[in-house]
């Protein structure tokens, strides 16, 4: 009894482990003139959050700023919380600030380096599993 307790654990955690996978997201900010749109997608700045420190992102974002002469700023990045789109897989946003600035982002979660995830969540079906054979075993066992 007590090792099928420990394989059934065994089992979830390794299905829990396997599936899940940090978002990888473009990681880059001025003065680097990359970073700006049009943006080439340069591989060079794709980043996988959980190795810079965020591996509890879940989307990624973009950020531009625009001061009142028209000169641009941008920075990319990974993003723990936001809101985005169900059926787009990305939101932006466009605020005004003081002194003619203008800033926009965006949020995405729909691909990696758009930027989207593969980021699963332990399953129900994979906690039913598991408490479905720990009840026939413990069963098993009283009769």
């Given at each position: ?32 003139r ?7 997608n ?102």
């Amino acid at each position: 009894m007590r090792y099928l307790i420990l394989y059934c654990s065994f089992i979830i955690l390794t299905f829990y482990v396997l599936s899940v996978v940090s978002i990888k997201c473009y990681v880059c900010k001025e003065p680097d003139r990359k970073c700006r749109d049009p943006f080439q997608n340069d591989t060079i700045f794709l980043k996988d959050c959980s190795q810079i420190g965020m591996g509890n992102a879940t989307m990624c974002r973009k950020y531009m700023w625009e001061i009142g002469d028209g000169t641009r700023y941008y920075m990319r990045g990974c993003a723990v919380r936001g809101r985005v789109s169900r059926k787009q897989g990305r939101d932006c946003i466009e605020r005004l600030g003081t002194w003619k600035t203008k800033m926009w982002y965006c949020q995405c979660d729909n691909k990696d380096g758009c930027n989207g995830s593969t980021n699963k969540q332990l399953s129900f079906f994979t906690i039913l599993f598991g408490i479905i054979i720990f009840y026939l075993q413990s069963t098993q066992n009283i009769q």
